[in-house]
């Protein structure tokens, strides 16, 4: 039996466990013997009963299997006739297993067709024993489950604590991963530190990871220059403007149906708006650089970059003060115009002030996902480390040059391939900050407002 399949029989032998369940304890509650917990609950209690043990069951055999299934393969007398070389003969085995799922598709090695009745046969066999395990194991739990049932059975309690476990598990794996990927960063940093000096990574100003210099201070200033100003310049105002327009003056109809598109530009894939910049906005930089009288203008420029990336942010800015705005209390809007105060001065005096920790936020938010952009940057910004101020040059971030270090046949024991988990701790660490300053504006300007 497939995995879908597996988890779908899983699934219904939960559901009449809970409906069994369920109503074992509509039965038991009679006058003389009121419920502890409501029947739903004890109808959880069940079906966790049946479901738990059977997932458990279906991860710790999706765990031996495959070994259980290489053994047979390997012991079948077709597989006798296999090279020793392990290498050669792990090849000729993976062909046999994707002929195995492909019947259709065409065999490059002879003794790979000659192993696909093996695999088909290991497959079934195991995934019979597979199956007959897991429903042994729900039988074995909703049988345990059932007895458990009474009148003054604490099922809520029971059910409560699950649901705690589960809750913890989740955020330990949330808190895990973070840690994994601090590990994985500081790990291969410190084996890249080893072979250049840290000194010379920080406030070195050339970039050449082909000719051994590693000054990253270019990539620092090109990840700064389009992402945190040109893309704040354009995002911040048209963002904030946005929110004080949706919130303040736009009629109810109007609003309803002006935010979600405005929301819309959140969910558009980045790699179109790599498309857009590099088609339609990079042209236009050019030739306004022309119009300047810069000499040569490159189509791939810093501003190009950032004015895209500013118009893809702006949903983050404008929810957030959106939000913000939205949930300063009426009274302080009424009393400001009571006291002769305008509409726009009580924006300015009264509103903004009131907002600024859930505005600072948005604008914190925005930064971060701006400065770990890649697409835009990769299509309309540039491969050129360059250290100017000109938003006319061609210019790369940290990002980019993160995404060629790594893309192709790397050696993982190069300087150059590691530097590349150096700029990626050095991301994570900035990112880390603005998040840090972030949650300090918001605890010193927060207010409570009843």
Known sequence: MTLPALLVLIAGLGLIGWLVARAKAQRLNTGRNALHSLPG???????????????????????????????????????????????????????????????????FNPGAEQLVPAVIAAKSKFGAMGTALVLLLAFAGGGFGYTRLSASFQARTKVERVVLVLLLAASLLAVLTTVGIIASLLFESGIF?????????????????ANGSFGAVPLFWGTIFIGAIIAMVVAIPLGLMSAIYLTQYAHPNVRKWMKPMLEILAGIPTVVYGYF??????????????????????????????????????PFVSSMADDSIAAVPQAMRDGSLAMGATRSETIKKVLIPAALPGIVAGVMLAISRAIGETMIVVMAAGATANLSANPFASMTTVTFQIVQLLTGDQEFDSAKTLSAFALGLVLFGVTLILNIIALRVVKRFREAYE
């Open 193 to 209: 530190f080893s072979k250049v000096s840290p000194i010379e990574f920080i406030f070195g100003t050339h970039w050449s990871p």
């Open 277 to 314: 910049a590099a088609l339609t906005v990079a042209p236009m930089v050019r030739d306004f650089a022309v119009m300047m009288g810069f000499d040569n203008p490159s189509t791939e420029s810093a501003l190009a970059a950032g004015l895209v990336m500013g118009i893809m942010i702006i």
């Open 41 to 107: 609950h004890h109808g959880w209690y069940l079906a966790l009963w049946i479901m738990l043990p059977a997932l458990a069951g279906v991860l710790l055999w999706g765990a031996i299997s495959p070994g259980l299934i290489h053994t047979a393969v390997l012991a079948d007398p077709a597989a006798a006739s296999l090279p020793a070389f392990d290498l050669e003969r792990d090849a000729i085995l993976s062909e046999a297993y994707t002929l195995a799922e492909d019947p259709g598709a065409s065999a």
